[in-house]
């Protein structure tokens, strides 16, 4: 039975208001850049409220000047969800999610080189009877791969208006604008054969949800292909319950399709990949003077090697490392100097008294010691935005593969993994992907594990106390960097393997993944994803680290001490004193004394709050003289550091149990947030808290003592 995708053939009519446009798509066929050409910096970035799920939403304008709304949603293969941010965007279609209006448009952005594949969801998308706009993307690897797609064929077979586009160069935007600026954008009057012995079915499914569900026409029977293609999708939490009368017509089909052995879900599916083959059938035409060697696949030939893509991922981290060493260094220096010399301004310009000393050594000594690592972040963003942005960051996953699957995990968890260098909160969101929900939370436990860019100013101020920059050459100090890498990724496999096999028994999942065509970055992208983590670096800095800094400050210096009481004495006497001497006994084992214990505390809201927090205690100790607590200072101070029988406090040894204790506790209320909201349950972020802060300190307690029984 032929039925019509939608009901009207007329051009819709025009809005009072210009509306707002969904952007959807495929993983990896170039949603977001198109996105980011589309609205450049007039954008939002936040999460859709009751998931860990990013939500952005910019501001375009049409070809007369007005706004145009456009939100980007998370990319599916399919309206059938499998995973979260899938549901997120059905939700949205489908008008679902209260937080989000739906769309008055769609975009529907598809890979050119695999368009069969693609027309999959815009099959779907095609039944809820908006209008839609197809964007032919990456056209210009379909010329490289010998396809060409005739684009006015597509139009007249879809009934949508077709705009070839190369969203990496900017190409095809002006008239993509054009298209969106219409306001007769016409319906679609595709039609597709939906097979006889289901039709009734959807009919009637169709009734009962326009009847008892109040869902529109169009709306119900889209919603009545989704539950007879996968019944779960319309059924996950956060959707509307369906009425009792629609789940009593499901049922009934169900029970008469068992009854005569017929795989209702797999008929719709194949009829909708007859009536795509049909299409695409028509409008590709695959150039025979093309041996089928792509430029992707001549790269990845070198890239995934099974010796050569090692050394090619090791290189790459290797470089990361050197660059945050060395690039690095000249804007740290400018950083320092601006800092200091607002510090030494501040003292010049008034008066001695509490109110200068909270500002300069609670307020600059405290946000200034962290902002002063904003370029290493920088540059770690740099290098993940470049991996994602050419295509790479998927070969690494496959490259990892073999070993993931060793830990009892696939590829496919690497990626979060990888992302969790930067930081653990994208990456245990990145584990909606994975569908096995024993794998995906196993990922989540150990993803905090990855080093992140929060312990980066730990590390460096460690390494900077324990390898002097004036005696030792860059190289040993990357290193010492990749060791502690080392030891967190070697620490996230082997939890990993120690979970899969008591905690979250399993067989290690197949992985199937697509790996998307290698493409020049689009540095403007780059861009957009380092301005965005650095305002978000510089706004804790500015709130979160400025607010325990100043509270910090003040617990060092209240209530004041006896007159004539020594700094090491003030420090003492103070309540941050007094609580780092409650907690000494349960850190002292380890070589840490109650000053590394204010940090270690304090440190738990963030990581990088354990630098600021340093600065603050050792400043108020030591810097009394219009010194500001900057890096090189603190470095010293660090150094100079004793304990009250006179031997030194930051040892070479201590300092490497400092760094390792930083590897493997958990110390980032942020991401216990993340991990409840992804888990719906204290069960497991509670478990993540005791079972890494554990190890940190078993681990820190057999290297200080050790190091300590070998002479160090």
Same mark, same amino acid.
Request: proline content about 6%.
């Given at each position: 039975?032929a039925?019509?995708?939608?009901?009207?053939?007329?051009?819709?009519?025009?809005?009072?208001?210009?509306?707002v446009y969904?952007v959807?798509?495929?993983?990896?066929?170039?949603?977001?850049?198109l996105?980011?050409?589309l609205?450049?910096?007039?954008?939002?970035?936040g999460?859709?409220?009751?998931?860990?799920?990013?939500?952005k939403?910019?501001t375009?304008?049409?070809?007369?000047g007005q706004?145009?709304?456009v939100?980007?949603?998370p990319?599916?293969?399919?309206?059938?969800?499998?995973?979260?941010?899938?549901?997120?965007?059905?939700?949205?279609?489908?008008?679902?999610?209260?937080?989000?209006?739906?769309? #008055?448009?769609?975009?529907?952005?598809?890979?050119?080189t695999n368009?069969e594949?693609?027309?999959?969801?815009?099959?779907q998308?095609?039944?809820?009877?908006?209008?839609?706009?197809l964007v032919l993307?990456?056209?210009d690897?379909?010329?490289?791969q010998?396809?060409?797609?005739?684009?006015?064929r597509?139009?007249?077979?879809?009934?949508?208006?077709?705009?070839?586009?190369?969203?990496v @160069?900017?190409?095809?935007?002006?008239?993509?604008?054009?298209?969106m600026?219409?306001?007769d954008l016409?319906?679609?009057k595709?039609?597709?054969?939906i097979?006889?012995?289901?039709a009734?079915?959807?009919?009637?499914?169709?009734?009962?949800?326009?009847a !008892?569900d109040?869902?529109?026409?169009?709306?119900?029977?889209?919603?009545?292909?989704?539950l007879?293609?996968d019944?779960?999708?319309v059924?996950?939490?956060?959707?509307?319950?369906?009425?009792?009368?629609?789940?009593?017509?499901l049922?009934?089909w169900e029970?008469?399709?068992d009854?005569?052995?017929t795989?209702?879900a797999?008929?719709?599916?194949?009829?909708?990949y007859d009536?795509?083959?049909?299409?695409?059938?028509?409008?590709?035409?695959?150039?025979?003077?093309?041996n089928?060697v792509?430029?992707s696949?001549?790269?990845d030939?070198?890239?995934t090697h099974?010796m050569?893509?090692?050394?090619?991922?090791g290189?790459i981290?290797?470089l990361?490392?050197?660059s945050?060493f060395t690039l690095?260094?000249?804007p740290? @220096?400018?950083?320092?100097?601006?800092l200091?010399g607002?510090s030494e301004?501040v003292k010049? @310009?008034?008066s001695?008294?509490?109110?200068?000393?909270?500002?300069?050594?609670?307020?600059?000594?405290?946000?200034g010691?962290?902002?002063?690592?904003?370029?290493?972040?920088?540059?770690?963003?740099?290098?993940?935005?470049?991996?994602?942005?050419?295509?790479?960051?998927a070969?690494?996953?496959?490259?990892?593969?073999?070993?993931?699957?060793?830990?009892?995990?696939?590829g496919?968890? *690497?990626?979060? &993994?990888?992302?969790?260098?930067?930081?653990?909160?994208?990456?245990?969101?990145?584990?909606?992907?994975?569908?096995q929900?024993?794998?995906?939370?196993?990922?989540?436990?150990?993803?905090p &594990?990855?080093s992140?860019?929060?312990?980066?100013?730990?590390y460096l101020?460690?390494?900077a106390? &324990?390898?002097p920059s #004036?005696r030792?050459?860059a190289?040993?100090?990357?290193?010492?960097m990749?060791?502690?890498?080392?030891?967190?990724t070697f620490?996230? *496999?082997?939890?990993?393997?120690?979970?899969k096999?008591?905690?979250?028994?399993?067989?290690?999942p197949?992985?199937i993944?697509?790996?998307?065509?290698y493409?020049?970055p689009r540095?403007?992208?780059?861009?957009?994803h380092?301005?965005e983590r650095?305002?978000?670096f510089?706004r804790?800095?500015?709130t979160?680290i400025?607010?325990?800094?100043?509270?910090?400050?003040?617990?060092?210096?209240?209530p004041?001490?006896?007159e004539?009481a020594s700094?090491?004495?003030?420090?003492?006497?103070?309540?941050?004193?007094?609580?780092? !001497?409650v907690?000494?006994?349960l850190?002292k084992?380890?070589? *840490?004394?109650?000053?590394?214990?204010?940090?270690?505390v304090?440190?738990?809201v963030?990581?990088?709050?354990f630098?600021?927090a340093?600065a603050?205690v *050792? @400043?108020v100790?030591n810097?009394?003289?219009?010194k500001n607590?900057?890096?090189?200072?603190?470095?010293?101070?660090l150094?100079?550091?004793?304990?009250?029988?006179g031997?030194?406090?930051?040892?070479?040894?201590v300092?490497?149990?400092?760094?390792i204790?930083?590897?493997f506790a958990m110390?980032?209320?942020?991401?216990?947030?993340?991990?409840?909201r992804?888990?719906?349950?204290?069960?497991?972020p509670?478990f993540?808290?005791a079972?890494?802060?554990?190890?940190?300190?078993?681990?820190?307690?057999l290297?200080?003592?050790?190091?300590?029984?070998?002479?160090?």
């Open positions: 039975m039925l019509p995708a939608h009901i009207a053939s007329s051009p819709s009519a025009a809005p009072s208001r210009m509306p969904a959807v798509g495929n993983p990896n066929c170039g949603k977001s850049t996105f980011n050409a609205t450049g910096l007039k954008q939002k970035v999460n859709y409220p009751g998931v860990t799920v990013e939500k939403v910019g375009t304008y049409s070809q007369h706004p145009i709304t939100i980007d949603l990319g599916a293969y399919s309206l059938a969800a499998r995973s979260p941010d899938e549901a997120v965007t059905r939700d949205v279609l489908l008008g679902r999610r209260p937080d989000t209006p739906q769309p #008055d448009r769609i975009l529907c952005v598809v890979d050119a368009l594949r693609n027309l999959y969801l815009v099959h998308i095609l039944d809820l009877g908006r209008p839609v706009i993307n990456m056209m690897l379909a010329v490289t010998g396809l060409d797609i005739r684009v006015a597509l139009e007249h077979e879809l009934g949508v208006p077709v705009i070839p586009c190369e969203a @160069n900017g190409k095809g935007v002006i008239d993509l604008k054009l298209a600026s219409r306001a016409p319906l679609s595709h039609a597709w054969t097979p006889a012995k289901i009734p079915a959807v009919a009637d499914l169709q009734a009962s949800l326009v !008892h109040g869902k529109a026409p169009l709306i119900a029977r889209a919603e009545a292909l989704l007879l293609t019944q779960d999708s059924r996950v939490a956060g959707s509307q319950p369906l009425h009792a009368k629609t789940q009593e017509s049922a009934k029970k008469q399709w009854a005569e052995g795989d209702w797999a008929m719709l599916v194949n009829s909708r009536t795509i083959g049909e299409i695409a059938e028509k409008v590709v035409l695959r150039s025979t003077a093309v089928g792509t430029v696949d001549r790269i030939a070198v890239v099974p050569w893509g090692w050394l090619i991922l290189g981290m290797t990361l490392f050197v945050i690095a260094e000249y740290m @220096n400018w950083i320092d100097a601006h200091s607002l301004w010049g @310009n008034m001695a008294g509490d109110l200068r000393d909270l500002i300069t050594d609670g307020a600059i000594a405290g946000v010691v962290v902002v002063m690592f904003l370029p290493q972040i920088l540059i770690l963003f740099f290098f993940i935005g470049l991996l994602e942005s050419t295509g790479y960051m070969r690494a996953a496959f490259i990892m593969d073999r070993l993931m699957s060793r830990v009892g995990l696939n496919k968890s *690497f990626i979060p &993994l990888l992302s969790s260098y930067a930081c653990a909160i994208p990456g245990i969101m990145a584990t909606r992907t994975i569908e929900q024993k794998d995906r939370i196993v990922t989540i436990l150990v993803a &594990l990855m992140c860019s929060a312990r980066l100013p730990v101020l460690m390494i106390a &324990l390898l #004036d030792v050459p190289l040993d100090k990357v290193g010492l990749l060791l502690m890498y080392f030891l967190g620490g996230a *496999f082997g939890f990993a393997w120690l979970f096999r008591t905690l979250l028994k399993g067989e290690p197949v992985m993944m697509e790996l998307p065509p493409h020049l540095m403007k992208d780059v861009a957009l380092m301005l650095a305002w978000v510089l804790r800095a500015g979160v400025l607010g325990i800094s100043i509270v910090l400050w003040f617990l060092t210096a209240y004041k001490p006896p004539g700094a090491a004495q003030r420090v003492e006497y103070s309540f941050a004193g007094r609580a780092g !001497h907690i000494e006994p850190i084992p380890l070589g *840490f004394d109650w000053r590394i214990g204010i940090g270690l304090s440190s738990f963030a990581r990088e709050v630098v600021s340093t603050v *050792f @400043n100790e810097f009394e003289g219009g607590a900057d890096v090189a200072p603190l470095r010293q101070v150094r100079s550091a004793k304990w009250p029988d031997r030194a406090l930051f040892t070479p040894l300092c490497l149990t400092l760094m204790y930083y590897v110390q980032c209320l942020s991401t216990v947030a993340v991990v409840k992804e888990t719906n349950s204290w069960r497991w509670l993540q808290i079972y890494m802060t554990g190890t940190a300190w078993i681990v820190c307690f290297v200080y003592h050790g190091g300590r029984m070998l002479g160090y």
